[in-house]
Structures are given as C-alpha cells and as structure tokens.
C-alpha cells in the first residue's frame, strides 16, 4: 500500500512538475549581482522552466544527502550489530565443536541402564 501511494505521489509530482515547465517557457534573466538590479555583473537570460527544473534536482539531490546523513547513526549500529553476531556465531561454532558428543554404543548402554 505504501508502494502504490509513493508512487502515485511521486508521478502526480511529476507531471505537475511538467505542467508547471511546459506553462513557464517565457525568457527571463537571471541574475547573479544582489547589489545592483538595473545593470547586474554576472546575468543570464535563461528559461523559466530551466530555472525551475534546476532548482527541483538541486532540491532532490540535497535532501537525498540531508537523509542519508541523517540515518549514518543507524548504518554505523548496524554494522556493529553484524560484527556481533559473526563474532557470536563463530563462538557457538567453537563452543559446539568443544562440546563431546556420546557416540551410538554408549548411548544405547545408558538407555539400557
């Protein structure tokens, strides 16, 4: 179910996304001077719908690494939880072989008894 609504979510996204590019084709400038507006340094006439598709990957991609900084503590205690059970499973390993198993013989004499 959770599948079906992140996929829904993410196509309806998506093809808003689109609409909002297709209607935004006008030219504008984009300019990279805050101080002065009239004459900027550093201007570009770009599409609108660049500035807006530019602005939605630079979006994704930080909040893509915003998340995966977020759950690092998680990776970290997870591979300790591994490294744990490797480390306990080879003890029960070294454990079982210490262990002497009664052979076939000797168990039919106790049961006998």
């Given at each position: 179910?959770?599948?079906?609504?992140?996929?829904?979510?993410?196509?309806?996204?998506?093809?808003?996304?689109?609409?909002?590019?297709?209607?935004?084709?006008?030219?504008?400038?984009?300019?990279?001077?805050?101080?002065?507006?009239?004459?900027?340094?550093?201007?570009?006439?770009?599409?609108?719908?660049?500035?807006?598709?530019?602005?939605?990957?630079?979006?994704l991609v930080l909040g893509s690494w915003s998340s995966w900084l977020?759950?690092?503590?998680?990776?970290?205690?997870?591979?300790?939880?591994?490294?744990?059970?490797?480390?306990?499973?080879?003890?029960?390993?070294?454990?079982?072989?210490?262990?002497?198993?009664?052979?076939?013989?000797?168990?039919?004499?106790?049961?006998?008894?």
């Amino acid at each position: 179910m959770t599948s079906l609504f992140r996929t829904l979510f993410f196509w309806s996204l998506a093809i808003a996304t689109a609409i909002v590019a297709v209607a935004n084709r006008a030219t504008v400038q984009l300019s990279f001077d805050p101080f002065n507006s009239i004459s900027p340094a550093i201007a570009f006439d770009v599409r609108l719908f660049w500035i807006i598709l530019a602005s939605a990957f630079i979006g994704l991609v930080l909040g893509s690494w915003s998340s995966w900084l977020a759950q690092a503590p998680l990776r970290l205690a997870m591979r300790e939880n591994e490294e744990k059970i490797r480390r306990l499973e080879r003890e029960i390993e070294v454990q079982q072989a210490i262990i002497v198993k009664p052979s076939n013989s000797r168990a039919m004499d106790l049961r006998r008894a």
